[in-house]
């Protein structure tokens, strides 16, 4: 399958609005399963998808995921983003503060996109 071509700054501010409102609240038909940051959002290349599963190695989240964790099951969750440095996957079970640390990192990353963005248009 083709590699993910989506702008990584219309995912990440779309991931941010998502989590901005209630993206990842417990679903109504479900409310006994827990959401999974990314996986469970319109974000994640495999959300919804009719085309059969992508590899998560084409997901452009992969882009943030240390290379040693490049292998893992779900890549994404090893992403550093807490304030020191904490992985979705270390603050599991922690909804609030995996949340905050979430959009933490996004207001960040998009920051810094949009910076370099237009430091190369300058």
Not at 25 to 36: E, H, I
Not at 49 to 78: D, I, K, M, N
Request: aromatic fraction near 8%.
């Amino acid at each position: 399958m083709a590699p993910d071509k989506r702008d990584v700054l219309e995912v990440l501010k779309f991931e941010l609005e998502f989590l901005e409102h209630g993206g990842y609240g417990r679903y109504v038909r479900t409310p006994w399963q827990p959401t999974s940051i990314f996986q469970d959002s319109p974000s994640c290349i495999n959300f919804n998808s009719s085309e059969g599963r992508h590899a998560c190695s084409e997901c452009l989240l992969t882009e943030f995921v240390p290379a040693a964790a490049q292998g893992e099951e779900v890549p994404c969750h090893h992403i550093p983003m807490g304030p020191h440095g904490e992985t979705i996957r270390e603050l599991a079970g922690k909804q609030i503060a995996t949340e905050e640390a979430l959009r933490a990192w996004l207001r960040a990353e998009i920051a810094r996109l949009e910076q370099e963005r237009a430091s190369k248009s300058a």
